[in-house]
């Protein structure tokens, strides 16, 4: 390269060089990086060829780069309007943010594309279609027929319809997790959850042999996946309660935790009270956000009756296990009394009232018997609830009937006797 080199001529360069020039003059002379500074004053006006080819191959530079320029321009501008397009074709995100208890948010793994979610939910409704058909001929069957050959075909399409149910349920909250999932999509599933619900009653309504004569309270829930959906709600609240018991027939076997059995909360406070096995801790009871853990082991699959009672003066709490008390405390939010005018849900952890459900934190398994008293029960009734040693004892607060609860998003509802599990 040729670095552009002024050479002053005149009085600026001494004495010796300035005398006889007359005026001062500038020239400018292209001289090697590694060239002689000094020797290029010989160059005069015999450099002038050599600048002019330096200036035309500079200028051909400039005009490359301007090519170079506009070129990446065009790139832009294609770029853009792909992303244009992009944009275009996506639809609006769905209302609402995801969030989640202790700071967990909504999934967002994975990266549904359009056509492939909505070519899944329509095989979602046809799989729903197909099960409706079904039960549509099971029920008129049960019209024709003796009931023990209907429980025997009623028996023997509803294992086949859990299996579709699992099924359908797994993709709808495949769909669930993609990122920005379109409107439409998240109405068509949740018409979907809302069939499910339909068809699991009419599944409960075949029973009606039996449902007609058993008392209110011998029934179950039943949570068989781990989503943000599928939860009951207790029609009623709980009022301002300076002391309860809570007691419940529970079983499972998921892993890590069986999750939230129930939550109750109120404005301002999502953790008023819950009743939550999350990860690989141990179960918790939160009473306004304070912690106390419970002694439990249940999570075998089997059949076990629990009851955490608590006063407000001192915070005092007891818990117990099968009818026997293995753990107590005390300071578990003292002279807190539980505030009135909340929502009571089974099956899911809340982070605002009634909502805010995270998947991770949602009860798996079979519950029972859920019954709130505004009392602590002594160790006797305790005792005589879970060994059905006495007359059934219903929740002075909250009574195990099934007028008294709503499910949604699938939970489903079966004949359940406690005394039976005893033997």
């Not at 390269?1 to 400018?28: E, K, V």
């Not at 967990?104 to 492939?116: I, Q, V």
């Not at 069957?141 to 023990?148: H, I, L």
């Not at 929740?395 to 195990?400: E, M, P, S, Y």
Request: hydrophobic letters at 35%; aromatic letters at 6%.
């Amino acid at each position: 390269r040729l670095l552009p080199l002024l050479l002053l001529l005149g009085p600026a360069l001494g004495p010796a060089l300035g005398q006889g020039l007359g005026q001062t003059r500038f020239i400018c002379t292209s001289v090697p990086l590694d060239g002689d500074v000094c020797a290029a004053s010989a160059l005069g006006t015999g450099s002038a060829e050599e600048l002019k080819g330096t200036v035309l191959q500079l200028r051909e530079t400039v005009l490359q780069q301007k090519e170079t320029i506009m070129n990446q321009k065009e790139t832009i501008r294609e770029l853009t309007a792909k992303l244009g397009r992009c944009e275009s074709q996506s639809v609006l995100e769905l209302p609402g943010e995801g969030k989640g208890r202790k700071g967990f948010s909504k999934n967002t793994m994975g990266d549904l594309s359009r056509p492939a979610a909505a070519e899944t939910l329509s095989q979602l409704g046809q799989t729903l279609q197909s099960l409706k058909t079904r039960l549509e001929n099971l029920e008129q069957f049960s019209r024709m027929n003796s009931s023990s050959q209907t429980n025997n075909l009623k028996d023997i399409l509803q294992n086949k319809i859990d299996d579709l149910e699992k099924q359908v349920l797994s993709r709808v909250n495949s769909l669930e997790e993609g990122k920005l999932s379109p409107r439409n999509e998240s109405e068509e599933r949740g018409k979907i959850e809302s069939t499910l619900t339909s068809l699991h009653q009419r599944i409960s309504d075949l029973e009606k042999g039996q449902k007609d004569n058993r008392p209110p309270d011998r029934f179950q829930l039943t949570f068989s996946l781990r989503t943000n959906y599928m939860y009951a709600k207790v029609k009623k609240s709980l009022p301002e309660m300076y002391a309860f018991s809570i007691c419940m027939w529970i079983k499972s076997s998921a892993s890590p935790g069986m999750g939230t059995p129930f939550s109750y909360a109120v404005p301002g406070q999502a953790n008023e009270l819950v009743l939550i096995e999350w990860g690989n801790n141990p179960m918790e009871i939160l009473i306004n956000d304070k912690v106390a853990k419970l002694p439990f082991a249940i999570n075998d699959g089997k059949w076990h009756h629990i009851c955490v009672t608590w006063t407000t003066r001192d915070g005092v709490w007891e818990a117990y296990q099968d009818g026997t008390q293995t753990g107590n405390g005390e300071n578990l939010a003292p002279y807190h009394p539980i505030k009135p005018q909340g929502v009571l849900v089974l099956g899911q952890e809340q982070d605002t009232l009634g909502g805010g459900f995270d998947a991770t934190q949602a009860f798996v398994g079979e519950l029972a018997h859920f019954n709130v008293w505004d009392r602590k029960l002594s160790p006797g009734e305790v005792y005589g609830l879970a060994t059905c040693s006495s007359k059934a004892l219903a929740g002075n607060v909250i009574a195990w009937a099934e007028a008294n609860i709503d499910i949604y998003g699938g939970a489903t509802k079966w004949t359940f006797e406690a005394c039976r599990q005893l033997n």
